[in-house]
């Protein structure tokens, strides 16, 4: 078989394997908040996760699109099919390497942006390793211009968004039910947290499975005679089946720290920061085209929500551990990118 369809199937395999990661790590994105105030028990959130995270993932591909552009591989694919994937593969173990690292450590960091740093890194490696070589025409290049407009943008407004509305929205909420009855309040909402944390799960679905389809479209455009920019069905059921089934592996790890360490939640604080959240993902999903980070929006909610009671009420300590991840994830899943190219390349140099 030749080689460049090997690597090309092991870069499709990945990335289902980072789908896969992808989906236990932000399992708790969507449900964490709902356990907490046990509106449902873990394996029935976790069920309903998946089953939405699917139905989500099937909704569009616009998310894919912005992630295949991410790394600039026209030029490449006509002359070195080989070199082009092992850009690829590099990225995403990248990405794997620091989702399994953060999971370790119980930080919700943003997968999405573990997967943008991953081959961000491992294009600027290969840009260093040979582009001085090639031929005009023939380099690779990160679009920087489509990374910062897409990515660097919307995380840094998202949190804001998602702090700010969903502080709003818990505002206006305890001022609407301000003479209502206590338990009554709580047990309606623990209902209504079930149809908010559905939508949260579908949101998910809608932007993170599509990453993994941005990178299998990568992968098959690289060995494949097609010039379309419609990615196929099959990728897209791939894709949306691999993450669904992360989900219900569960990220206890995470579930904690979201639901418990950063405020304890009540009801209607859980219904106010999912619904904020998910309306966050839809918009910059069917929108923007944006790869934005579940991770982010529903954190930031969270702490918005929290706000409510008090400023004191958020463990900022945690809150801070947790920015620190995000700051950090870009920057070492590129490096962990860019050094897996390396020595995939000078492996490849050896017996090719």
């Known amino acids: 078989m030749d080689a460049a369809i090997v690597i090309a199937l092991t870069v499709m395999v990945m990335a289902l394997v980072f789908d896969f990661t992808n989906g236990f790590h932000d399992a708790a994105n969507a449900i964490a908040t709902c356990v907490s105030t046990r509106a449902l028990t873990p394996r029935v959130a976790l069920a309903m996760a998946a089953i939405m995270n699917m139905v989500g993932a099937l909704l569009g591909t616009g998310v894919a699109k912005t992630i295949a552009d991410t790394v600039g591989l026209d030029s490449l694919r006509e002359t070195n099919t080989v070199e082009a994937l092992l850009i690829v593969l590099a990225g995403l173990i990248g990405a794997i390497t620091w989702n399994l690292i953060t999971w370790w450590r119980g930080l919700p960091s943003s997968s999405s942006h573990a997967l943008i740093g991953g081959l961000a890194g491992s294009g600027m490696a290969a840009m260093v390793f040979f582009n001085a070589t090639r031929t005009p025409g023939q380099e690779v290049g990160v679009h920087w211009g489509k990374i910062s407009q897409k990515v660097f943008i919307p995380m840094v407004i998202s949190p804001v968004v998602g702090f700010s509305l969903a502080f709003g929205l818990m505002v206006l909420l305890m001022w609407l039910f301000r003479r209502s009855n206590p338990h009554k309040l709580t047990r309606r909402f623990r209902h209504l947290q079930i149809v908010s944390a559905g939508a949260m799960a579908m949101g998910h679905g809608l932007q993170d499975a599509q990453k993994t389809m941005g990178v299998m479209f990568m992968a098959y455009l690289t060995v494949s005679e097609t010039t379309g920019t419609e990615i196929p069905v099959w990728i897209i059921l791939l894709a949306a089946a691999a993450i669904s089934m992360g989900t219900y592996a569960g990220g206890w790890r995470i579930m904690r720290t979201l639901g418990r360490r950063i405020i304890?939640?009540?009801?209607?604080?859980?219904?106010?920061?999912?619904?904020?959240?998910?309306?966050?993902?839809?918009?910059?999903?069917?929108?923007?085209?944006?790869?934005?980070s579940t991770t982010h929006t529903i954190t930031s909610a969270i702490?918005?929500?929290?706000?409510?009671?008090r400023l004191s009420a958020v463990r900022w300590g945690v809150a801070k551990n947790i920015v620190g991840a995000w700051l950090l994830t870009i920057p070492m899943a590129g490096l962990t990118g860019a050094a897996t190219f390396f020595v995939m390349y000078g492996v490849q140099s050896l017996f090719s």
Do not use: H, N, Q, W
């Not at 209607?268 to 790869?291: I, N, Q």
């Not at 702490?303 to 009671?309: E, N, P, S």
């Open 303 to 309: 702490m918005g929500v929290g706000a409510t009671k």
């Open 264 to 292: 304890e939640l009540d009801p209607v604080r859980g219904f106010a920061a999912e619904t904020v959240a998910a309306s966050v993902l839809y918009t910059t999903a069917f929108v923007f085209s944006a790869p934005i």
